[in-house]
């Protein structure tokens, strides 16, 4: 599909899925290679890095565990960039390498509060793998080491990602269409 609607508003490929696989394989080697040794734990950022870690994980040859959280604002369902906690640590880290698996990174905020709360339960060395990277929005100085694809700062969806709810499980990855003749409502 070269568009769809969501919620009335008109959204064009921007990353086809084939783009994607080949980014993901691409990650995947890089993290195969410099963590061969390390049996590292992976730590997918939920809800939206779903598809991504999916596609990765068939694609790691490493020993290495996966594991899943959440994380939780002061705000209930709206974000005003303060993480309270972070649900779903169960695994000891204390000594263990962790791989942050997100979705997207734009500002940072997120993962700086993950990674502070991980270093809190002992993780000693923390990376990041990110589908998409946003590097005009990001403000915090942390390396992400593992970039699948780098994007300018744009309204995404598809891939995991969504709009209010809808279209997690679209194949590509789309962006809002604004020049579209109609939005329909």
Sequence with gaps: MSKVIIHGHTFKTKISAAQIQKAVTDVARQINADLKDKKPLFLAVLNGS???????????????EISFIKVASYEGTTSKGKINELIGINEDLKGRTVVIIEDII???NTIENIMEQLKDHGAVDIKIATLLFKPDAYIKTIPIEYTAIVVPNDFLVGYGLDYNGLGRNLADIYVLDYNADVIVK
Aim: glycine residues 6%; negative net charge.
């Design 50 to 64: 779903f598809m991504f870690v999916a596609d990765l994980m068939k694609k790691l040859t490493i020993e290495c």
């Design 106 to 108: 734009d500002t940072g």
